[in-house]
């Protein structure tokens, strides 16, 4: 009779410890998962940004190629540029480089008339700096969790998860941050 006790006593004690770790590793999967997925929908998020700033200098190299016959090789490159990375640093450079240049010619071109088509490219300027603050706003989001993620799947036993999951280290996204150069309404 002891002995049947001490086996069940033994059988219920694996079971609960059993359970605890089925527990906890559930925890730490869900807590992996979460970051994980939190990380992909802001990628999702910055690529269709960057693709909403590359369309937004199409339009405004359009209009200062069609209305103030001003040609320049790098809205070529803009024109070519394919966005289906956002770890190419060197796709961001030419957007800038680009919104740079068509600044510069808005301040020369000053004197042009108030019309429709002066007005809508003044819009598509101001949409190009609310989308270029979300952006922004997008990376310094991804890269402050991106470190979360990379040093959760490094710590036991969360990297015993990461591997049953295929879950690999995330690289931090380059990138300029807010300065003096934008339009800010708010002051402080």
Known sequence: MKTLNIIALILVILIVVFLLINILLKFFKERIDNLYKML????????????NKKELLVKMINYVTKKLKIESSTFDEVNTLEINDLFSFKDENVLDKCYVEIIEIREDNKKSRETKDVKEFNQNIDEYEDNELHIISLR???NKYTLEYNNLI????FNLVAKLKGY??????EGREIDDSFNNDLEV
């Open 140 to 142: 310094t989001f991804y």
């Open 40 to 51: 992909t929908n802001a990628e999702n998020d910055m690529l269709e940004k960057m693709n």
């Open 168 to 173: 690999k280290i995330k690289t931090l996204l």
């Open 154 to 157: 490094k710590k036991i036993p």
